[in-house]
């Protein structure tokens, strides 16, 4: 019988976190800068320090350092399959960062492309998944559509994806979830629709990685990238790519680097020490899924219990919110729909420049972010890349309720001097 979990306590998880007992003006710092990189619990700091104090190697040598740093890569391209669900660990790629993979692929899949060709990418997307599109099309002659979102409520017009695709398209690059607003694509849907149409799919799962299960058999997308420190990890990017496209590619690589995906796409000597804490930052998430099952079970029942949680906080802020004079919230307000969100919040302040709101809130030791975020598209589609774009508060599951409470009340206090 299978032991119960209990809900998600955020409590007894912030005690594993050292950063979180930062204080700033005498006040415990709040961390609502997640969106831009996560804090880490105290085993991947262990696992990261431990490879180094350890004593490591490059890989492929014929010696114990060499193999230790083999088996430290094998565990964590391992974790990483587990965590994507992808089929096997060779469809696992390491790299630099989201971006910098992002730009690899780009360049190898544009190989494919003939002039006349086209391909869609989307507003509402970083521009790490749109810029290395761009630029490719540009140097293959290739014609780029871009799929609008609704600034209403700042979600993709999936009804109008069927007018943009047709037997030209070579590629969908499409975001699993805003950075910037926290709208949730149906990227499934998304997959069929371009499958159809004989497109390959690349998804940005940077952000919605820390919120949400991925699972890229269901989805059945060609490409999915995400970066670790986004999800409680060090700086490393991973990008999951069917097996036929990783082994079928041409990729950009010294000589003789090895033919198979890993040696192929893997180029450069990558930070072993932050692939040593891939492993540990996966299984702090799945312990929150408790003790019982496989890696990928537990992951299942950690994701739902974030997931809840993180859906109740954001239904918190948003009602309490919506009682701020002044205080406007984009993209998905709708508390009946705030499942199809993530728990980021792009706002504005009437009196006050987005750089102020996030300077005053740091004053009081609240961390949030403001300007585009690299999110180039979606500012400038709300017509505010020009306005210094807005204030982000991204929330995660280590975040509390008593936070969002000094959060509106520090926006209260903002509010009140424009009254």
Not at 128 to 140: G, V
Not at 252 to 267: D, H, I, L, Q
Not at 390 to 408: K, M, P, Q, S
């Amino acid at each position: 019988m299978r032991t119960h979990i209990p809900p998600l306590d955020p409590t007894s998880l912030r005690q594993q976190i050292p950063a979180l007992q930062l204080t700033v003006a005498g006040q415990t710092a709040v961390y609502l800068d997640g969106p831009g990189g996560t804090q880490v619990p105290q085993s991947v700091i262990q696992a990261i320090v431990g490879y180094l104090a350890h004593g490591g190697s490059n890989q492929g040598g014929l010696f114990f350092t060499s193999r230790y740093t083999d088996e430290v890569t094998a565990v964590a391209r391992q974790a990483m399959m587990h965590f994507y669900n992808a089929r096997q660990p060779e469809e696992i790629i390491f790299g630099p960062n989201m971006t910098t993979l992002t730009f690899a692929i780009s360049r190898a899949v544009a190989h494919t492309w003939q002039p006349g060709d086209e391909i869609i990418v989307t507003g509402l997307d970083h521009d790490a998944n749109i810029s290395p599109w761009l630029l490719a099309a540009e140097e293959r002659g290739v014609n780029v559509r871009w799929l609008d979102f609704d600034p209403a409520d700042c979600t993709l017009r999936l009804d109008t994806l069927p007018s943009l695709l047709s037997e030209k398209t070579r590629l969908v690059a499409v975001t699993h979830a805003s950075n910037a607003v926290g709208s949730i694509t149906d990227v499934k849907h998304v997959v069929q629709l371009a499958h159809e149409a004989g497109a390959l799919v690349y998804v940005d799962a940077v952000h919605y990685a820390p919120h949400g299960l991925i699972d890229v058999q269901a989805l059945d997308c060609d490409f999915l990238v995400a970066s670790v420190y986004k999800f409680f990890g060090g700086h490393v990017g991973v990008l999951y790519g069917k097996y036929e496209w990783l082994d079928q590619l041409k990729a950009y690589k010294v000589r003789p680097a090895p033919s198979k995906p890993a040696g192929k796409w893997e180029t450069g000597t990558p930070g072993f020490e932050s692939l040593a804490g891939v492993a540990a930052a996966v299984e702090y998430i799945a312990a929150i899924g408790g003790p019982e099952g496989t890696l990928r079970e537990r992951l299942v029942r950690a994701m739902r219990h974030i997931k809840a949680y993180e859906t109740g906080l954001s239904a918190y802020f948003l009602k309490e919110a919506a009682q701020l004079p002044g205080l406007h919230v984009y993209g998905i307000t709708d508390i009946e729909s705030v499942e199809q969100r993530t728990p980021t919040f792009a706002v504005s302040l009437a009196g006050h420049t987005p750089e102020d709101v996030a300077a005053r809130l740091g004053e009081r030791g609240i961390f949030v972010w403001h300007g585009d975020y690299y999110a180039l598209a979606v500012m400038e589609r709300l017509g505010l890349q020009n306005k210094g774009g807005l204030v982000r508060i991204g929330f995660v599951h280590y975040n509390t309720y008593d936070e969002a409470d000094r959060l509106l009340a520090a926006l209260a206090e903002l509010a009140a001097e424009e009254a």
